[in-house]
């Protein structure tokens, strides 16, 4: 799994309700996410179809992955497939951001 950014934590934060802490490993923060997830899982899982739906996590392959691995903690599976979408969401707005540093400011809008 690749290295969270600083920025992951806060965004988290907002889009789950949750608390985590900014200094955090990697580790601890998929254990905490999946223990979340898990808690979702068995008191209002329809709070957790609609976090993944907001969140835009595929169905398809969290279905794929549920599927794969079926004796896995189904929470940690969710909070990395989590964690995953938002980095990907994170180095997509940073490479937009790259690419709209080198417009001439006449050409933008």
């Not at 079926?70 to 969710?78: L, P, R, V, Y």
């Amino acid at each position: 799994m690749m290295e969270y950014s600083k920025e992951l934590i806060p965004i988290l934060n907002a889009d789950l309700a949750i608390d985590m802490p900014a200094e955090i490993s990697n580790q601890e923060l998929l254990q905490r996410l999946a223990g979340y997830i898990n808690h979702l899982i068995v008191r209002d899982f329809n709070q957790l179809v609609s976090i993944l739906y907001r969140l835009d996590v595929s169905e398809n392959k969290l279905k794929q992955m549920l599927n794969d691995n079926s004796d896995e903690d189904a929470g940690k599976i969710i909070a990395a497939l989590i964690i995953e979408r938002q980095l990907q969401k994170i180095k997509s707005r940073q490479q937009f951001k790259q690419r709209d540093n080198t417009i001439d400011e006449n050409e933008k809008w």
